[in-house]
T-cell receptor
Framework: SQKIEQNSEALNIQEGKTATLTCNYT??????LQWYRQDPGRGPVFLLL?????KEKRKERLKVTFDTTLKQSLFHITASQPADSATYLC??????????FGGGTRLMVKP | EAQVTQNPRYLITVTGKKLTVTCSQN?????MSWYRQDPGLGLRQIYY???????DKGDVPEGYKVSRKEKRNFPLILESPSPNQTSLYFC??????????????FGPGTRLTVT
């Protein structure tokens, strides 16, 4: 069956460290993968999109990698800050025009 | 300001009473979509629309209807709501046509409770 897995346990890190979140998928062949940030009770906010032919994408302190052989995307936040605390969702295109989300990983950055 | 709006933001209703949640975007986006979010199940796509008069089912369409008569509006209709439709609902829009390869802009959410 198709599955998108993100670590359901919260990730706790110290301010200033690099946070690394994982998104693994099975039985999908996505053309691209997206990462979103969601704060409690609010709608997700788009962060980055990476296509299947791209290995890495960066935006300010954010970096995403996409390994279609491993069927995995890694999301990194360098020099993390308490304001980065949120739930991070990965999403990939499914059957062309649908978008399927992972369950999200909650990140807690402690000062 | 570019945005997706949803109304109402909060709704408590009773089983079987038809309701509509409205969604509107002012960005001239072709693609619009509805999701529901439940604890432990994450965000799941209900319906999506590639353009006016073009709609298609997502992962969990049962019990829902949609229509896309105008580009900016994409209402979600629950003809006979049931308690298992209690959830947090999000509308989203995205530019471009064809296979989505653009970011989605989400609305603020509608918290629906069906008793």
């Amino acid at each position: 069956s198709q599955k998108i897995e993100q670590n359901s346990e919260a990730l706790n890190i110290q301010e200033g460290k690099t946070a690394t979140l994982t998104c693994n998928y099975t039985n999908y062949s996505p053309a691209y993968l997206q990462w979103y940030r969601q704060d409690p009770g609010r709608g997700p906010v788009f962060l980055l999109l990476i296509r299947e032919n791209e290995k890495e994408k960066r935006k300010e302190r954010l970096k995403v990698t996409f390994d279609t052989t491993l069927k995995q995307s890694l999301f990194h936040i360098t020099a993390s800050q308490p304001a980065d605390s949120a739930t991070y969702l990965c999403a990939l295109n499914n059957a062309g025009n649908m978008l399927t989300f992972g369950g999200g990983t909650r990140l807690m950055v402690k000062p | 300001e570019a945005q997706v709006t949803q109304n109402p933001r909060y709704l408590i209703t009773v089983t079987g009473k038809k309701l509509t949640v409205t969604c509107s975007q002012n960005m001239n986006h072709e693609y619009m979509s509805w999701y529901r979010q439940d604890p432990g199940l994450g965000l799941r796509q209900i319906y999506y629309s590639m353009n006016v008069e073009v709609t298609d089912k997502g992962d969990v369409p049962e019990g829902y209807k949609v229509s896309r008569k105008e580009k900016r509006n994409f209402p979600l209709i629950l003809e006979s709501p049931s308690p298992n439709q209690t959830s947090l609902y999000f509308c989203a829009s995205s530019p471009g046509t064809g296979i989505i390869q653009y970011e989605q802009y989400f609305g603020p959410g509608t918290r629906l409770t069906v008793t």
